[in-house]
């Protein structure tokens, strides 16, 4: 848990803000954080299911995420990792080799389909029992939007979708015996959470020698208590 990487040098989308006063004294106004849930999802998901080119993206989750980042740049801002993190991720994995990976926050699945199909080009032929992305999303309709391009893109049994908060679920997965320790653990729901869910995390054992943890927006819009947390080494601390 020593080093966990920011990437200050790269830039939250730009187009969260705006830049309401052109002086020495630069202000910005948050202009779309709340653009979500406001029917893009469901336009995205018909975006895709009516594609031109849908017969290429079954069973072919990076043309899925191409055609997710499509929609982002030609139809509306959605707040996905994006293909930078994408191939950030993905460097990451080549090197950690994770077999279970949490990802919170789902959202319309875009870091579901990151983490599942890179699992699967690094353990190819693996038996789903061997390889598993849990992906958490608290708002059903997302969820759902998730789950229908887990369907499409040939990754049911790797990446399972679990509705509902995070925190809760990572206690039901464990007591029940579904979950019992991570390999990288990804953090892309609310800044807020990160630390009270990552003790969670902490707090049910599932963090062991070697796992990573990677949360996104931690400098822009921030996660400074979650910086603080894990500088602090108090991650590798048992409870
Ligand atoms: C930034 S988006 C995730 C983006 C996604 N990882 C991607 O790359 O497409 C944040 C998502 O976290 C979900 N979320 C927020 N709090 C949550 C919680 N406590 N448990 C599960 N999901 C949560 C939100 O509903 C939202 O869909």
Not at 11 to 26: I, R, S
Not at 132 to 154: D, H, M, N, Q, W
Not at 160 to 188: K, N
Not at 225 to 236: D, F, M, P, Q, T
């Amino acid at each position: 848990m020593s080093s966990i990487p920011d990437y200050p040098s790269i830039p939250w989308n730009e187009t969260l803000y705006k830049q309401v006063e052109e002086d020495d004294l630069f202000a910005f106004t948050v202009t779309n954080l709340n653009q979500c849930f406001d029917g893009r999802e469901e336009a995205l998901l018909d975006f895709i299911h009516t594609h031109p080119n849908i017969s290429n993206l079954r069973n072919n989750p990076s043309a899925i995420l191409d055609t997710i980042d499509e929609f982002g740049r030609t139809k509306d801002f959605l707040m996905t990792l994006g293909p930078a993190k994408r191939g950030i991720i993905k460097s990451l994995m080549a090197e950690q080799r994770p077999k279970v990976l949490m990802d919170v926050g789902a959202y319309v699945g875009y870091s579901a389909l990151t983490l599942g199909c890179i699992v699967l080009d690094l353990y190819p032929g693996a038996k789903s029992s061997e390889v598993k992305v849990f992906s958490f999303e608290k708002e059903p309709k997302c969820a759902a939007i998730t789950s229908s391009f887990v369907e499409l893109a040939g990754l049911k049994g790797v990446v399972d979708v679990v509705v509902g908060s995070a925190d809760v679920e990572f206690r039901r997965l464990t007591e029940e015996g579904t979950l019992t320790s991570v390999d990288m653990l990804l953090l892309d729901h609310w800044e807020k959470l990160y630390v009270d869910d990552l003790k969670v995390v902490e707090e049910l054992g599932l963090l062991k020698e070697g796992s990573v943890i990677v949360a996104d927006n931690v400098v822009c819009p921030g996660a400074p208590e979650y910086l603080e947390y894990v500088r602090g080494g108090k991650a590798s601390e048992k409870p």
